[in-house]
Each structure stands twice: as structure tokens, then as C-alpha cells.
């Protein structure tokens, strides 16, 4: 059975024109109207014609959200934690991955000018990206999240990735850690750069930071541990800047009869990956991937002249303390 904006109407009790400007945000009514339409529209159902919608409005009440890789956990958790909150604020969500390539970021970002979706969210692994910033993207249009791309003009909301390193050196330190390994993005990615120089801070003065630079993936983290394992370098603990670089690094350290915590420390970075499961449970720093999408959200639905559209909102992150730390014997 299709239901129509006229069943809506006679349930709230009003005009189908009432119900029609409502859903379209071209009406104010007392608040007691707008509970009874919104009632009415739960109880039946009832989803607007997004082609009329747009042919009326010029709004499609759909967002895009891109992201380079739906493998990844994080970004499978991402993508999920988007679609909860469009489905409840009634917007239509397409899903866009670029498999890491420009032009597939650059074919979407031109959908967006297209008008095909009314915002996209973005999250790249791209940071010196001309072909976003040669985009004519309207402020408001578009959220980044996770990593940054300097120079373009849209509201950011990530992570924070500084204070996450930082919590990762401190719990090392006080385990008595002096030569610590980090494995993961160099100074390219706004998070490699930021983690790293947390995990600077987080440690006791005169502590050492060796750096095997690698992608957020397994086989990024498999040969960073590799190479690192090849170095005398007397490193103790490993800091994975990403959950696959975490699991990467266990997989070389079994593959040479290493044991974590009884060779080497480890703390990850995210915690999406049910790393309570491992043996030992790996300690890590928990980003708030639901609240990133969440708030990406809220950007793209708020108002474009609101004050919540400018700037870069950082959310706070916690290390999450398992067994696969111990102190320095």
C-alpha cells in the first residue's frame, strides 16, 4: 500500500498542503500542529517524494558520504554510525567509495556541484589534494572528517589524534618504556603527524621514538614490523597508529616467536576492531567514530549561515587500558 501525503493529512487532521509545506520546512505552526503531523507520519510511514521534494525545493533530503575503503573496519563503523543518524533525521544516504583514487573523489565531489545530494561527507587519505580544492564547493556543502585536506573550505570534525598519542606515550612512560617504535602515517596525514608528536610528549624526557612509517592497513603494518625487526634497534613497546597496523605488527611478531607483552608493549589506535578478543586483549586509544558521524550529521543539517559550520570540532579520545602492556624488566 502506498501512502500518500493526503493519509498524513488525515490522520494530523490538516490540509495535505500543510503537511506538504511542514515536510518542506515552509511553514512555522504551534507546536501541537507539528506533533500531530509528526505522529501521523510515523504511524504511517509516510516518506516524501524526494523528486518532487527537489523539483519544489531544490532539496533532494539525501547526503553522500565518501570514504576511500569499506574493508577497513573504521570506515565500515563510520559509515554505519552516518546512516543511523541521516535514517533518523529522514535522509536518503548514498554511499561512495573511492578505492583511494583522485578520480573517483574528484567524480563525486562533481556530483555534489551537480546538485545530485545536498552535502557530502568526506574522508579522504589524500592530504595535499588539488583536485578537492579546485572544487567550487559552497561553505556548508561538505564535512571532512578524519583526516584533513588543508586549504578547502568546509567545517572538519575529527578526533583527537595529538591527545590520543599523547595518552599512548604517557601509559608507556609510566610503564618504564624509554625506546618506543611508531608505526603508522608520517607527516603528510594530519594524523600521523599529530599521534606521533603526542606520543613525543607522552613520554619521559630522554625517551627515544624510533618511526617506521607505514599505511593504515595490515600489510602497511606486517612490513613496517618487518623492517623494524630486522634493526637492533633495543625498542620495547610499539604504538600502531591504526587497529590493522596493530594487527600487522602481531602477525610478524608471532611469525618470529615474538610474544606481546612479553617481547614487545603494544597500543593500538581506534579500537573498532574487537580487540578485547585477541590473546592478550590489545590496549588502545578508542576514537569516537559514532559521534564523528553523528556530528558530520549535524553539520550538513544545520543551518548554512550557523555558527556550527565554521571551524574544526575535535572530539575527545581514551585509552582503553588491556594486557598488552607491561613494565620494563
Known sequence: MTIRIRDVAKIAG??????????????????????????????????????????????????????????????????????????????????????????????????LARNQVDGLIFATNHAEHDLLRA?????????????????????????????????????????????????????????????????????????HVVEALCSYTREGGAAAASRLAARETGVTAIFAAADEVAIGVLQVLRERGLRVPDDFSLVGFDDVEPLHLFDPPITAVRQPIDAIGRHAVD????????PERQGEMVLPVELVERASCAPVT
Open 14 to 111: 490538516v490540509s495535505p498542503t500543510t503537511v506538504s509545506r511542514f515536510v518542506n520546512d515552509q511553514i512555522r505552526l504551534p507546536e501541537a500542529t507539528r506533533r500531530r503531523i509528526r505522529l501521523a507520519i510515523e504511524l504511517t510511514g509516510y516518506r516524501p517524494n524526494l523528486h518532487a521534494r527537489r523539483l519544489s525545493t531544490g532539496r533532494s533530503d539525501s547526503i553522500g558520504l565518501v570514504i576511500p575503503d569499506i574493508a577497513n573496519p573504521f570506515f565500515a563503523r563510520l559509515a554505519a554510525a552516518v546512516e543511523d543518524e541521516a535514517d533518523a533525521r529522514r535522509l536518503e544516504l548514498s554511499l561512495f567509495v573511492t578505492l583511494n583514487r583522485p578520480g573517483r573523489e574528484r567524480a563525486y565531489i562533481e556530483a
Open 299 to 306: 553539520l550538513l543539517a544545520a543551518p548554512e549561515d550557523g
Open 135 to 207: 572544487q567550487q564547493v559552497a561553505p556548508g556543502r561538505m564535512v571532512l572528517v578524519d583526516e584533513d585536506v588543508p586549504g578547502l573550505p568546509a567545517p572538519r570534525v575529527f578526533c583527537d589524534n595529538y591527545g590520543g598519542g599523547l595518552l599512548a606515550g604517557r601509559h608507556l612512560a609510566a610503564l618504564g618504556h624509554r625506546r618506543v617504535a611508531y608505526l603508522g602515517a608520517g607527516p603528510e596525514l594530519m594524523s600521523g603527524r599529530l599521534r606521533l608528536a603526542g606520543l613525543r610528549a607522552g613520554l619521559a624526557e630522554g625517551a
